[in-house]
């Protein structure tokens, strides 16, 4: 069972979005599951063969376990098979926190995986149901930003990422199709890690990561805040 289920529309949206925090995780003993909706394919430069090892090179680099559900890319849509379908890894793996993407976007496939994501929260706890598994409901969903748009949203909170961007930036380095064979895509890594450092600097690190709450968040010892 997972700690952690981090959902994405295709391979390397996680990772470009919270990859640094995935691996502080997984580095302090957490049991993270990445689980892409699509393999990601067609793109000019790859295969749906040298996407799954791309993609397993990268989980491995972030210590993290992957899952892939086999929706089509390009075709993503929030329907109850895909609410199932997701709400079924949910069961199976019982996280206490979920990520989802952020709901807005250029690209339709993100915005189908951010809704998605809520509602199969939501489908995991049914109990009339021919679902697999036991009813479950994460406790918590965050929101992760790996959009198309240039967007600057005020998060609810930023991880500090210092020490693991290193780990982050290897994974993305996993993703040769997307990142090196392709030649506009070339700038993207040090846009990624140069956005890091912005980031970071908002809480006065070296690296960070934004998320945003759907829900309220409490504290209940304001040491925690120190």
Same mark, same amino acid.
């Given at each position: 069972? =997972?700690?952690?289920?981090?959902? $994405?529309?295709?391979?390397?949206?996680?990772?470009? $979005?919270?990859?640094?925090?995935?691996? $502080?995780?997984?580095?302090?003993?957490?049991?993270?599951? %990445?689980?892409?909706?699509?393999?990601?394919?067609?793109?000019?430069?790859?295969?749906?063969?040298?996407?799954? @090892?791309?993609?397993?090179?990268? =989980?491995?680099?972030?210590?993290?376990?992957? =899952?892939?559900?086999?929706?089509? *890319? #390009?075709?993503?849509?929030?329907?109850?098979?895909?609410?199932?379908?997701?709400?079924?890894?949910?069961?199976?793996?019982?996280?206490?926190?979920?990520?989802?993407?952020?709901?807005?976007?250029?690209?339709?496939?993100?915005? @189908? @995986?951010? +809704?998605?994501?809520?509602?199969?929260?939501?489908?995991?706890?049914?109990?009339?149901?021919?679902?697999?598994?036991?009813?479950?409901?994460?406790?918590?969903?965050?929101?992760?930003?790996?959009?198309?748009? +240039?967007? %600057? +949203?005020?998060?609810?909170?930023?991880?500090?990422?210092?020490?693991?961007?290193?780990?982050?930036?290897?994974?993305? +380095?996993?993703?040769?199709?997307?990142?090196?064979? *392709?030649?506009? *895509?070339?700038?993207?890594?040090?846009?990624?890690?140069?956005?890091?450092?912005?980031?970071?600097? #908002?809480?006065?690190?070296?690296?960070?990561?934004?998320?945003?709450?759907?829900?309220?968040? $409490? %504290?209940?010892?304001?040491?925690?805040?120190?």
């Amino acid at each position: 069972m =997972a700690d952690i289920v981090c959902v $994405g529309a295709h391979p390397d949206d996680v990772e470009i $979005g919270m990859g640094g925090t995935i691996a $502080g995780l997984a580095r302090m003993g957490a049991d993270v599951v %990445v689980v892409d909706l699509t393999d990601g394919e067609p793109t000019p430069f790859g295969t749906r063969e040298t996407r799954a @090892a791309e993609s397993a090179e990268a =989980a491995a680099a972030l210590g993290a376990r992957r =899952a892939m559900l086999g929706f089509e *890319n #390009r075709s993503l849509a929030d329907t109850a098979e895909a609410r199932t379908a997701l709400a079924e890894v949910l069961r199976a793996e019982r996280p206490r926190l979920l990520f989802a993407p952020y709901p807005e976007d250029a690209h339709p496939d993100h915005i @189908a @995986a951010s +809704r998605i994501t809520e509602a199969a929260r939501f489908y995991a706890k049914f109990t009339k149901t021919s679902m697999a598994g036991e009813p479950h409901y994460p406790s918590r969903v965050y929101r992760y930003m790996a959009v198309h748009l +240039r967007l %600057v +949203r005020q998060p609810s909170f930023i991880v500090d990422i210092s020490a693991d961007l290193p780990s982050k930036l290897a994974a993305l +380095r996993a993703y040769r199709s997307q990142f090196e064979s *392709n030649p506009a *895509n070339r700038g993207i890594l040090a846009s990624l890690e140069s956005a890091a450092g912005w980031w970071g600097s #908002r809480i006065g690190v070296a690296a960070g990561e934004p998320f945003f709450a759907i829900e309220t968040l $409490g %504290v209940t010892d304001l040491r925690q805040l120190l």
